[in-house]
Each structure stands twice: as structure tokens, then as C-alpha cells.
């Protein structure tokens, strides 16, 4: 499964982003879509993840500002940011899994990751 992770750049604090994931068809009916981000000098975390029932999961630091979203006519999943805050910046990363467990452990499709900058 190839996944193209796109959308990232320079957004000054408060401002906002949304983060776009292509994948091939049936991806999203067939995997836990997911993303993941890893700032300079930190391990990769959880941002949101979709479950096989549909039902969306945050990060606590993702609650209220970020939301994920999947078009499966355009086998695209989305992360709309708001509210960004300079602690966001990081290296954004869409997953695609077969259980949580193995994509928390780095394991399945992973995209290449696009970069978000938040300016203070």
C-alpha cells in the first residue's frame, strides 16, 4: 500500500493547515488509516486515527484543534489543523494498519511524511 502524505508547510501560530494522504483504492475499508507526527529531537506520537467502525481518535494535544477525515470517493484521507501552535511542528505521517498495535509499533504502510512548520 503506497500512501503520499501532502499539504505541509510554514503557518504562523493560530493559523491553519490541512494535510491530505492519497492512497490506493480500498485502503480505507480494508485499514486503520491513521497519522503520526515526530518533531525534531522527540519519538513519533499519535495524532488521530480512524478505527474499522469509522470512530475517531485524538491525542489529547490533537483535541478540539485537529480533525481527521477520510473521502473514499477520492481515496484521500484528510488532518485539518487549526489553532496551531509552534509545538506542532513536526514531520507529519499517514499510516495505514491492520490494528492499532502494529501501527503504534511503526509495523504496515507508512506515507514519507510532510513537513509542518508553526512560526511563533
Known amino acids: 500500500v503506497q500512501l503520499q502524505a501532502s499539504g505541509g508547510g510554514l503557518v504562523q501560530a493560530g493559523g491553519s493547515l490541512r494535510l491530505s494522504c492519497a492512497a490506493p483504492?480500498?485502503?480505507?475499508?480494508?485499514?486503520?488509516m491513521a497519522w503520526f507526527r515526530q518533531a525534531p529531537g522527540k519519538e513519533r506520537e499519535y495524532v488521530a486515527f480512524?478505527?474499522?467502525?469509522?470512530?475517531?481518535y485524538y491525542s489529547e494535544s490533537a483535541k478540539g484543534r485537529f480533525t481527521i477525515s477520510t473521502e473514499a470517493a477520492k481515496n484521500t484521507m484528510f488532518l485539518e489543523m487549526n489553532s496551531l501552535k509552534p509545538e506542532d511542528t513536526a514531520v507529519y505521517y499517514c499510516?495505514?494498519?491492520?490494528?492499532?498495535?502494529?501501527?503504534?509499533?511503526?509495523?504496515?504502510?507508512w506515507g514519507q511524511g510532510t513537513l509542518v512548520t508553526v512560526s511563533s
Open positions: 499510516a495505514a494498519g491492520s490494528s492499532w498495535s502494529r501501527l503504534q509499533a511503526g509495523f504496515d504502510y
Open positions: 480512524v478505527d474499522y467502525d469509522r470512530k475517531k
Open positions: 483504492e480500498r485502503t480505507f475499508s480494508t485499514y486503520i
